[in-house]
């Protein structure tokens, strides 16, 4: 069975501290493996997109990474605005996404 | 370009009811899926329709229905609300079924309390 596993489930960062958040996955025959970001009450945002292992994106203070078992999401010098959950979801070859639990994220300025 | 929108936002029901939720995706794109998004399961995939035809189908009952009409516009029904069935429902859009390479574009979600 196909399985996400966000970690960790909480963060709490100062302002420009800089970190990364982990999703490793479990899914034979991955298409591809999608970071969000959701804000409270609305719907996820949708921020990254990887295909393969060893391919990296980034924007602004994100950057994502992909090996064979896992992505991070690094953010470097983090704002209060970054606050948010980041969800981790994956496909398998259909328009099915596999969501992790996601992470909380808190930047106190 | 507009993003998708979802109507209602928010909705009360009392058990037993049923309700209906609409979603309108992004122009252009043709597959909507439907998601149920609870602090306990997390997000969770309902179903998928392109082409006003249901693709691919999750792991929950019978009372969850849905359907896309010629314009790809969708609609998601619940039948005998359950208190369980409180939640965040979610519309995604992408252009099209791409074998899951395609990004989804989620809309705000219909809020859905049950009491």
């Known amino acids: 069975e196909d399985q996400v596993t966000q970690s960790p489930e909480a963060l709490r960062l100062q302002e420009g501290e800089s970190s990364s958040l982990n999703c490793s996955y479990t899914?034979?025959?991955?298409?591809?493996l999608f970071w969000y970001r959701q804000d409270p009450g609305k719907g996820p945002e949708f921020l990254f997109t990887?295909?393969?292992a060893g391919e990296e994106k980034e924007k602004e203070r994100l950057k994502a990474t992909l090996t064979k078992k896992e992505s991070f999401l690094h953010i470097t010098a983090p704002k209060p605005e970054d606050s948010a959950t980041y969800l981790c979801?994956?496909?398998?070859?259909?328009?099915?996404?596999?969501f992790g639990q996601g992470t909380r994220l808190t930047i106190n300025p | 370009k507009a993003g998708v929108t979802q109507t209602p936002r928010y909705l009360i029901k009392t058990r037993g009811q049923q309700v209906t939720l609409s979603c309108s995706p992004i122009?252009?794109?043709?597959?909507v899926s439907w998601y149920q998004q609870t602090p306990g399961q997390g997000l969770q995939f309902l179903f998928e329709?392109?082409?006003?035809?249901?693709?691919n189908k999750g792991n929950f009952p019978g009372r969850f229905s849905g359907r896309q009409f010629s314009n790809s516009r969708s609609e998601m029904n619940v039948s005998t609300l359950e208190l369980g069935d409180s939640a965040l429902y979610l519309c995604?859009?992408?252009?099209?079924?791409?074998?899951?390479?395609?990004?989804?574009?989620f809309g705000p979600g219909t809020r859905l309390t049950v009491l």
């Open positions: 990887l295909y393969s």
């Open positions: 979801a994956v496909s398998q070859g259909a328009q099915k996404l596999v």
């Open positions: 122009s252009g794109h043709r597959s």
């Open positions: 899914v034979s025959g991955l298409r591809g």
């Open positions: 995604a859009s992408s252009l099209a079924p791409s074998g899951g390479y395609n990004e989804q574009f």
């Open positions: 329709y392109f082409s006003e035809t249901q693709r």
